[in-house]
């Protein structure tokens, strides 16, 4: 349906992380959110590419003072929530953030999933479950962040 990305660890912290995606496939993504993003407080030449690949499949590409960091991607649906599922290769690690998108006002935000979450799972169905019933609670998620699709 829709999906954005935030830098894990370098740009906001440490959102919680997981060797799972939250689904075995994707869910078809918006077309709007493909192009360039850029959050608020954004440093000169800072901004986030998304590119669409296949199986609903998302190239991510940060860009900024130190380079182009690149993660891949994709949307899930759990427990009344939408998430984007971030690929780190080089930490062999999916990040993930709630994702709402408001295309009258042309923003995305990214909600971190809480870096308090201590719990460590076996399995991807495993790890499913506990976010479908645990996203309903306020502990569950804790930094917004908003981008703003930028014009080209």
Same mark, same amino acid.
Request: hydrophobic share 35%.
């Given at each position: 349906?829709?999906?954005?990305?935030?830098?894990?660890?370098?740009?906001?912290?440490?959102?919680?992380?997981?060797?799972?995606?939250?689904?075995?496939?994707?869910?078809?993504?918006?077309?709007? !959110?493909?192009?360039?993003?850029?959050?608020?407080?954004?440093?000169?030449?800072e901004y986030i590419g998304i590119s669409l690949k296949e199986n609903n499949k998302l190239l991510i590409e940060k860009h900024g003072s130190d380079g182009v960091t690149t993660y891949t991607g994709g949307v899930s649906s759990l427990g009344g929530h939408t998430f984007l599922n971030?690929?780190?290769?080089?930490?062999?690690?999916?990040?993930?953030?709630?994702?709402? !998108?408001?295309?009258?006002?042309?923003?995305?935000?990214?909600?971190?999933?809480?870096?308090?979450?201590?719990?460590?799972?076996?399995?991807?169905?495993?790890?499913? !479950?506990?976010?479908?019933?645990?996203?309903?609670?306020?502990?569950?998620?804790?930094?917004?962040?908003?981008?703003?699709?930028?014009?080209?």
């Open positions: 349906m829709f999906a954005l990305v935030a830098t894990t660890v370098m740009l906001w912290g440490c959102p919680y992380s997981s060797n799972f995606a939250l689904s075995d496939t994707y869910k078809p993504v918006d077309k709007f !959110l493909v192009g360039n993003w850029i959050e608020e407080y954004a440093g000169e030449g971030v690929y780190d290769e080089g930490m062999s690690s999916y990040y993930y953030y709630e994702i709402k !998108l408001d295309k009258t006002a042309g923003t995305v935000t990214l909600t971190e999933v809480s870096e308090y979450i201590d719990e460590k799972f076996d399995t991807a169905e495993a790890l499913r !479950l506990f976010f479908t019933e645990n996203a309903k609670n306020s502990y569950f998620f804790t930094t917004d962040h908003v981008y703003t699709k930028k014009a080209n």
